[in-house]
């Protein structure tokens, strides 16, 4: 495996993720009408065994523990899928049920495949446990406070807040016990490939219990 830090500096030119109209967030960019989410992603461990699949920039530490690893802040995500269905997000950032149906695909050159057939695991698993979304608990201290400020650098383990870090990868644990999962290293590309991440979220009625 190889670290891609960026030692909290986004890229200076990010590359365009999407040609044509959209709305965007940052580096995240939405077409209502196909009512998919765009945002591009370097390949950081093409082997071995993850937490998160894809990291966005946000909780820094789990960006050593992830397959993908994006310049995209997770707060326009966080943004991009309230855009397309706000019911269907309140449900995923308080860790409810209904990620299975938001679909989650990675784009190279030629190939388009599903993000479910690049980890080894004996089930389906929606994107909460892809990409952690963050949550109303956490998100007031590691995306308020640690997002690109200088004390976050300079402090690094010695942060207050580091003393949270297992509390929020306990949210990562599935129902079955389990957390993190082998990666399929046939599927995936090498390190240092720049991927489109492509999420796309159903259109759904939705009842008064967000069923």
Request: proline share 5%; hydrophobic share 45%; charged share 25%.
């Amino acid at each position: 495996t190889v670290a891609l830090s960026r030692h909290l500096v986004p890229p200076e030119q990010p590359q365009p993720v999407v040609a044509g109209a959209g709305v965007r967030f940052g580096d995240v960019v939405v077409n209502p009408a196909t009512r998919e989410i765009r945002f591009h992603g370097v390949i950081r461990q093409e082997a071995g065994r993850v937490q998160v699949l894809i990291h966005l920039w946000g909780y820094r530490w789990l960006e050593e523990k992830a397959a993908i690893i994006s310049p995209a802040y997770l707060t326009d995500l966080q943004k991009a899928i309230a855009l397309l269905d706000w019911q269907l997000w309140d449900h995923l950032w308080h860790g409810e049920a209904g990620d299975q149906e938001i679909e989650v695909f990675l784009e190279w050159g030629e190939d388009k495949i599903d993000a479910n057939d690049l980890i080894q695991t004996r089930y389906r698993l929606g994107i909460g446990d892809l990409v952690f979304l963050g949550s109303p608990l956490f998100d007031p201290l590691f995306l308020a406070r640690c997002l690109r400020t200088a004390v976050c650098v300079a402090l690094t383990d010695r942060c207050p807040l580091s003393l949270l870090h297992e509390r929020v990868e306990a949210k990562l644990v599935r129902e079955c016990g389990q957390s993190g999962y082998w990666l399929n290293c046939e599927r995936l590309p090498a390190v240092g490939t720049q991927v489109a991440i492509i999420i796309r979220v159903p259109n759904k009625e939705r009842d008064g219990s967000g069923t």
